[in-house]
């Protein structure tokens, strides 16, 4: 893996908004911009995180310490569930021609 820090647009509206790949020693200021009534929704990982109004800042860095992961197996799997309950055969690709 390569150490970094990915900051991506949330459903970007044009195709210039990508994400920004940051070495992982980088510190990253977020501040609102525009009018001074306006606030700033701060999302970390797909959930809401904060809010920011006008003349706060977030600074954002790497944190000192790995967070451990955890990876549940499901049984049976969300998949196995949908073809079971949705009558799938599986593969198309091994499923005969079908008569005109």
Not at 3 to 16: D, F, G, N, Q, R
């Amino acid at each position: 893996g390569i150490a970094a820090i990915v900051v991506s647009p949330i459903c970007p509206m044009s195709l210039s908004s990508r994400a920004v790949v940051l070495p992982p020693r980088a510190r990253l200021a977020i501040w609102p911009l525009g009018e001074t009534s306006r606030v700033v929704k701060l999302w970390k990982d797909g959930a809401y995180a904060a809010t920011l109004h006008p003349r706060q800042r977030c600074i954002l860095q790497r944190a000192q310490r790995h967070a451990q992961m955890l990876v549940l197996e499901q049984q049976p799997s969300y998949f196995k569930t949908l073809r079971r309950k949705l009558n799938w055969a599986g593969s198309l690709g091994n499923a005969p021609p079908s008569s005109p």
